[in-house]
């Protein structure tokens, strides 16, 4: 199907993965699936998917803490794919984490197949999509988004157009080499780039840059 979405499936129970799989409609097709962070970050990198989603709550993240779903985000950069949480998880805290982390939504597990198609949908048109009564979690966490934002324009303002590509795919974990090649620059403009960007914004390394970029969405 041309309009296909391509989809990876990432939760620590299999009869969940299986059902799911069954309910959505044949406009989304899962091309993988996987139970913890090692294998999605795997599978993810394998397939290429245009949607993942995603439980909060997965085994084998960082110190096995129960924050795997964040670690899976973190771990999938670079990547095109868009994040959808799907968890049974309706905590605040939660939400949240995941949408700092880089998710485009959060829904339930008790939604439909249906809801699920139209979500995945959603995500992979760029959309955010929440379950109704979460959407109130996200508006009261990012109540400060507006001053955010007008920092982070400031903070923007300060690079020129071509620096501010170079610090989004440095951000997004690109080489040098293939920052060079998306940009069909040379290796040395990028790295000039990339000192200029650090002294601009007053940070030392790339490292400070992705976390910089990512609290203020810009990935």
């Not at 309910?23 to 999605?40: K, N, Q, R, T």
Request: net charge negative.
């Amino acid at each position: 199907m041309a309009d296909s979405i391509r989809v990876v499936i990432v939760d620590d129970h299999s009869i969940f993965r299986s059902g799911l799989r069954a309910d959505l409609d044949a406009s989304v097709d899962v091309v993988g699936e996987a139970a913890d962070v090692p294998s999605a970050l795997a599978v993810i990198g394998a397939t290429q998917p245009d949607v993942v989603l995603l439980d909060v709550h997965l085994p084998g993240g960082p110190g096995d803490d129960a924050t795997g779903g964040e670690a899976v985000i973190r771990g999938s950069v670079p990547t095109a794919a868009r994040f959808l949480a799907l968890s049974v998880s309706d905590a605040a805290a939660d939400v949240v984490r995941v949408i700092r982390a880089g998710a485009r939504g959060y829904i339930t597990k008790g939604s439909s197949g249906i809801e699920v198609s139209k979500a995945v949908h959603a995500v992979a048109d760029g959309d955010a999509v929440f379950s109704p009564r979460l959407a109130g979690f996200v508006l009261d966490a990012f109540g400060a988004v507006a001053g955010e934002t007008a920092t982070a324009t400031d903070e923007l303002d300060r690079l020129s157009a071509r620096e501010q590509e170079v610090m989004r795919l440095i951000a997004r974990g690109y080489a040098y080499k293939e920052v060079a090649s998306e940009l069909f620059i040379s290796i040395k403009t990028v790295e000039t780039h990339v000192s200029s960007v650090l002294r601009k914004l007053q940070l030392s390394s790339r490292h400070e840059l992705t976390a910089w970029a990512s609290e203020r969405r810009l990935l």
